[in-house]
C-alpha cells in the first residue's frame, strides 16, 4: 500500500528566511503527489502536485516542491516565508489502483514569526 | 468556483446517539469522500463514493455508514456515536476532470465532539 511520511510535527521560520517542509513517499509504480495546505478552522485547499515531467513543481501562494525519486521525496519550499503561510501542511498520494483516493500524511505545521 | 458545503461546522452529540453529517457539492462531480482528521494521525479515509447508490470502504469504516441517493450530496451516519468519534470530519470531491490529477476540493469541515 501506498504512504507518506512528514517527519517534522512543526516547522518553525522566520519571515523572509527559506522553507522547507519534509515529505518522503513509498508506493509501487509512479507515484502521484500533492501538497495541501489548511488554514485555521478551514479544509484543505490544493497546493501542487507531481505526476509526471519537470522534478520542480509550481503552485499557488509562490510554493514549489522538488521531485527526488533516488531519495523518495517531495519537499515543499518556498525561497521567502511570510506569516500568512502559518498553517498546516498535508503531503499526499494518490492511491494507485486509480480515482481520486488520496493517502495523506499526519501533517507539518509551519509557524513563520516576525 | 467549486463549493462543497457542510451542512454543520459544529457538533454535540451524546454517547449512543444517531448523528447524521451531510455534504453538498455543486460542480456535478462524481466522486466524493469522508474523511476525518485527528491531530498526529493526519486525514484518514472513511468511505467514499464514485456514483451515485455507489459506496465504497475506506482505511477506517468501522462505526459509520454512507448514503449517496444524489449526485450532489454525500452524507455520513454515525449509527451510535461514541466518545472516540469525537473528531473533525471533512468532506471531499472530484470529478472526471481531475481523475487523473487527484486534485480534491473540500469542504470546511464538521467538528463532532461526543460527550
Known amino acids: 500500500a501506498q504512504s507518506v511520511a512528514q517527519p517534522e510535527d512543526q516547522v518553525n521560520v522566520a519571515e523572509g528566511n527559506p522553507l522547507t517542509v519534509k515529505c518522503t513517499y513509498s508506493?509501487?509504480?509512479?507515484?502521484?503527489l500533492f501538497w495541501y495546505v489548511q488554514y485555521p478552522n478551514r479544509g484543505l485547499q490544493f497546493l501542487l502536485k507531481?505526476?509526471?515531467?519537470?522534478?520542480l513543481v509550481k503552485g499557488s501562494y509562490g510554493f514549489e516542491a522538488e521531485f527526488n525519486k533516488s531519495q523518495t521525496s517531495f519537499h515543499l519550499k518556498k525561497p521567502s516565508a511570510l506569516v500568512s503561510d502559518s498553517a498546516l501542511y498535508f503531503c499526499?498520494?494518490?492511491?494507485?489502483?486509480?480515482?481520486?483516493?488520496?493517502?495523506f500524511g499526519t501533517g507539518t505545521q509551519l509557524k513563520v514569526e516576525l | 468556483d467549486v463549493k462543497v458545503t457542510q451542512s454543520s461546522r459544529y457538533l454535540v452529540k451524546r454517547t449512543g446517539e444517531k448523528v447524521f453529517l451531510e455534504c453538498v457539492q455543486d460542480?456535478?462531480?462524481?466522486?466524493m469522500f469522508w474523511y476525518r482528521q485527528d491531530p498526529g494521525l493526519g486525514l484518514r479515509l472513511i468511505y467514499f463514493?464514485?456514483?451515485?447508490?455507489?459506496?465504497e470502504k475506506g482505511d477506517i469504516p468501522e462505526g459509520y455508514s454512507v448514503s449517496r441517493e444524489k449526485k450532489e450530496r454525500f452524507s455520513l451516519i454515525l449509527e451510535s456515536a461514541s466518545t472516540n468519534q469525537t473528531s473533525m470530519y471533512l468532506c471531499?470531491?472530484?470529478?472526471?476532470?481531475?481523475?487523473?490529477?487527484?486534485?480534491?476540493?473540500f469542504g470546511e469541515g464538521s467538528r463532532l465532539t461526543v460527550l
Open positions: 471531499a470531491s472530484s470529478g472526471l476532470a481531475e481523475q487523473n490529477t487527484g486534485e480534491l476540493f
Open positions: 508506493v509501487s509504480g509512479n507515484p502521484y
Open positions: 507531481y505526476i509526471t515531467g519537470d522534478n
Open positions: 499526499a498520494v494518490r492511491d494507485t489502483g486509480g480515482g481520486n483516493k488520496l493517502t
Open positions: 460542480m456535478d462531480h462524481e466522486n
Open positions: 463514493s464514485y456514483d451515485v447508490k455507489m459506496k
